[in-house]
Nanobody, 124 residues
Framework: QVQLVESGGGLVQPGGSLRLSCAAS????????IGWFRQAPGKEREGVSC????????YYADSVKGRFTISRDNAKNTVYLQMHSLKPEDTAVYYC?????????????????WGQGTQVTVSS
């Protein structure tokens, strides 16, 4: 059974850091494109970052470039999203997802499997 489980969310002050984890089970994560998405209340789900299969090429949305880093630990079958210099506008539910596409994508319809999400709140 394919499963993605996010963890690591929480409440953090502006300028703080969090590391989100996406633990995969039922499949080998590095054979898939893994993406991180977020959805704020009243807004559409948006792609934040993704990491491609095997080679591990990465992509970041302009809004997080230079502040977020995606990485994976193949031994743990886990993908991470390290977030620094967090801003109130980063507040959202963060989801990880897996895609069989051959390239990194931040388009929601290109992903086949989704986690349940983890809440990130940036507030003083």
């Amino acid at each position: 059974q394919v499963q993605l489980v996010e963890s690591g969310g929480g409440l953090v002050q502006p300028g703080g850091s969090l590391r989100l984890s996406c633990a995969a089970s039922g499949f080998t994560a590095h054979y898939y494109v893994i993406g991180w998405f977020r959805q704020a209340p009243g807004k559409e789900r948006e792609g934040v970052s993704c990491i491609s299969r095997s080679v591990g090429s990465t992509y970041y949305a302009d809004s997080v470039k230079g502040r977020f880093t995606i990485s994976r630990d193949n031994a743990k079958n886990t993908v991470y999203l390290q977030m620094h210099s967090l801003k109130p506008e980063d507040t959202a539910v963060y989801y990880c997802a897996a895609s069989t596409y051959s390239y990194c994508s931040t388009e929601v319809p290109t992903y086949d499997y989704w986690g349940q999400g983890t809440q990130v709140t940036v507030s003083s």
